[in-house]
């Protein structure tokens, strides 16, 4: 293995084509500096100079490892480049995953927004995952962060997080509904009706918790539509097949045909989190969780 400091004097002596030039701008002894370009010489089993009273002069073997010394120096100051840019999070690369809430309420958007402003050479890869999908590879170092629905269990001793977001749900029914006339929409109104709900799997939650709200808040739904997803739901409301929640950010989002009214007494809603491993200390990482928490929107009091 080539010692970089003897591929750096080396260099220096053909340049100045004279030893106690050379050894003046490294600022060491000539005696050593000679020793060193001989140890070279000795490593690699073949002379790089002609030696003729007071001067050097490269030889024809010489003057092709220069080529690729000067090379071999130049690769090694932008590694040393890269590695100060890493520890100081200009550059490298992060894992993020997200739920489809963090898409929805636009806070993904807006993390890629700040963050490439503020680090252009930063690369972010973005995974979609379920939130405990996201925790345990947050554990296995395959995540960075993630946006997830629930938080870390405080006893967690891996992974923490915090609140940045948390939405009401609102009823989206179609256009032509009999409850698109009513002012103020309450429970009676709802019983019995078709509904179209979110499931997710493995190990669905949300069916039994929709139910467990409705039965709450006094109605009890006809669940007649499944769907992978709340974009896919408002699709079967524009169509005219059933009610269904959604987060209060997706109005926008909604196909025509979709009418949204606000149920207050509705106990539900979406929360997103952002969570990170506990002991990572990277200055990137510390920024972006500063960014994120800087657009925390709270629609529903957080108590």
Request: contains cysteine; charged residues 25%.
């Amino acid at each position: 293995m080539l010692d970089l400091r003897q591929i750096r004097y080396f260099v220096a002596v053909a340049e100045a084509g004279n030893v106690g030039r050379a050894a003046e701008q490294l600022h060491i002894s000539q005696s050593p500096l000679s020793r060193q370009i001989m140890q070279l010489e000795e490593q690699l089993g073949v002379a790089l100079f002609e030696r003729a009273k007071q001067r050097v002069h490269l030889n024809a073997e010489g003057r092709a490892f220069l080529a690729e010394a000067r090379a071999l120096l130049a690769n090694a100051a932008r590694l040393e480049e890269l590695g100060h840019n890493l520890a100081s999070g200009a550059t490298g690369s992060l894992a993020i995953g997200y739920v489809e809430g963090a898409v929805h309420s636009g806070l993904v958007a807006a993390m890629l927004k700040d963050f490439r402003r503020a680090r252009p050479d930063f690369h972010l890869q973005l995974r979609s995952r379920r939130t405990a999908a996201q925790f345990e590879d947050l554990r296995q170092r395959v995540l960075d962060l993630g946006f997830v629905y629930s938080p870390a269990p405080e006893s967690d001793p891996d992974v923490e997080s915090m609140l940045v977001r948390r939405e009401p749900l609102v009823l989206a029914m179609p256009e032509g509904d009999p409850l698109v006339g009513v002012a103020d929409i309450q429970p009676g109104h709802l019983d019995g009706r078709v509904w179209i709900i979110v499931v997710r799997q493995p190990a669905d939650t949300n069916r039994a918790q929709f139910l467990a709200a409705c039965a709450e808040s006094g109605f009890m739904p006809d669940i007649a539509y499944e769907t992978n997803d709340p974009l896919t739901s408002l699709g079967l409301v524009s169509a005219g097949l059933g009610l269904a929640t959604v987060q209060e950010s997706l109005r926008s989002a909604a196909p025509p045909g979709v009418i949204f009214r606000d149920l207050p007494w509705f106990k539900r809603s979406v929360s997103i989190h952002l969570a990170w491993r506990r002991q990572d200390r990277r200055a990137v990482v510390g920024d972006l969780r500063k960014a994120v928490g800087s657009r925390a929107v709270f629609l529903l009091p957080t108590a």
